[in-house]
């Protein structure tokens, strides 16, 4: 894998499902993979920094993990809310730069 | 706390010219990025400033220069618009450099070319 690679494309759930999605990476020259958050007409968020292979973080319904010898990153809703309607990235930083996905746009139906 | 603020919000130029974008980060944030976005890819970078040294650069060309104040504020310039330079430009402070360092992203500059 040479890009940051992010699946699915896009997602559609009802609310209350739990969902995750899928961030892939090269595994050489890692430092460390972050998670945001980008709503519509806002800002990108960040959610979480990931550095040890197994890391695993949570904050409220939302959690990731981390395995950095398979150059893979989950990250997980449970209980989706129309509030939680947003593209997903995540990004591969080497030491010196960040790589970014195109995201994973999710929208949580009522 | 004040967020990152990008000026302008909006930018419509014509090929052949050039532009300016402005980016004041949060308060004591000494490093600051630059990404830019286009339709179907992710976030490229651009550069990064920190203390008024750029410390990376991404893949562009060197008509995309930039610039940091030493109150932080950072300022990027394209020289020679093409109509591939329309974009999204987002910018995003952090308090220090480093791979672990969550970024503080502005509202973005969206850029067209005619």
Known sequence: ILNVEQSPQSLH?????STNFTCSFPSSNFYALHWYRWETAKSPEALFVMTLNGDEKKKG???ATLNTKEGYSYLYIKGSQPEDSATYLCARNTGNQFYFGTGTSLTVIP | K???TQTPRYLI???GQQVTLSCSPISGHRSVSWYQQTPG???????EYFSETQRNKGNFPGRFSGRQFSNSRSEMNVS???LGDSALYLCASSWITGPNQPQHF???TRLSIL
């Open chain 1, 13 to 17: 759930v009802q609310e209350g499902d």
């Open chain 1, 61 to 63: 319904r939302i959690s």
């Open chain 2, 2 to 4: 004040a967020g990152v």
């Open chain 2, 13 to 15: 130029k014509t090929r």
């Open chain 2, 41 to 47: 890819q992710g976030l490229q970078f651009l550069f």
């Open chain 2, 80 to 82: 020679t618009l093409e």
């Open chain 2, 106 to 108: 502005g509202d973005g």
